[in-house]
Nanobody, 123 residues
């Protein structure tokens, strides 16, 4: 099983980034997917999630309307479009897969994790 995140980088406040995560080794379209982040000195927490059909998405309140999660079950990829980035969005971002069809913000329920990609927002 692999989840390979990419697309991180350094941007100025107000900038945009698109994170992508390529998955392999499991039946992708039967898993709910999530993006999590871990900022400096902070615990890892939920950012955004999408159910296995892609019909339902969920965002952390602080990123609502700025972050958009999407998935392509034909390509086994999940993406996180981030706009209007703020310094407090600086973190390592992780994609993860949960074997289930429902919304799932709990870290402990995720079965597979990628290695993370660094996002730095700074002027």
């Amino acid at each position: 099983v692999q989840l390979q995140a990419s697309g991180g980088g350094s941007v100025q406040p107000g900038g945009s980034l698109r994170l992508s995560c390529a998955a392999s080794g499991f039946t992708f379209n039967t898993y709910t997917l999530g993006w999590f982040r871990q900022g400096p000195g902070k615990e890892r927490d939920f950012v955004s999630g999408i159910t296995w059909t892609g019909r339902s998405t969920y965002n952390k309140r602080s990123v609502k309307d700025r972050f958009t999660i999407s998935r392509d079950n034909a390509k086994n990829t999940v993406s996180l479009e981030m706009v209007s980035l703020k310094p407090e969005n600086t973190a390592v971002y992780y994609c993860a897969a949960h074997r289930g069809s429902s919304y799932c913000p709990a870290i402990i329920q995720y079965d597979y994790w990628g290695h993370g990609t660094q996002v730095t927002v700074s002027s």
